[in-house]
Nanobody, 121 residues
Framework: QVQLVESGGGLVQPGGSLRLSCAAS????????MGWYRQAPGNQREPVAT???????NYAASVKGRFTISRDNAKNTMYLQMNSLKPEDTAVYYC???????????????WGQGTQVTVSS
């Protein structure tokens, strides 16, 4: 099994920045891709950004150009640098992973506990 722990959330003013971290442990050899998803109150969980072992990244249109996803394989950690934050970015942010076959199907899972990001003045 893979365990994921998110951190780095908080309260930030519009236009500010935050960096989220996701530390992986356990059966990390099964991880091909990792991803950030978010869920705002009353909404379904939605993908934010994903990164594969190949280095290929994908971003939701709403965050492209503002957010940057990265991985440090030596530390088994994934990051999400969030700049120019907007109130609509407010949500609980979760990290998940996919093995190769799940990645091809766009199926990420095994979410951590989440970290709250609140963008407000």
């Amino acid at each position: 099994q893979v365990q994921l722990v998110e951190s780095g959330g908080g309260l930030v003013q519009p236009g500010g920045s935050l960096r989220l971290s996701c530390a992986a442990s356990g059966s990390i050899f099964s991880i091909y891709a990792m991803g950030w998803y978010r869920q705002a109150p009353g909404n379904q969980r939605e993908p934010v950004a994903t990164i594969a072992d190949s280095g290929r990244t994908n971003y939701a249109a709403s965050v492209k150009g503002r957010f940057t996803i990265s991985r440090d394989n030596a530390k088994n950690t994934m990051y999400l640098q969030m700049n120019s934050l907007k109130p609509e970015d407010t949500a609980v942010y979760y990290c998940g992973f996919a093995d190769y076959s799940d990645y091809l199907r766009g199926h990420f899972h095994s979410w951590g506990q989440g970290t709250q990001v609140t963008v407000s003045s």
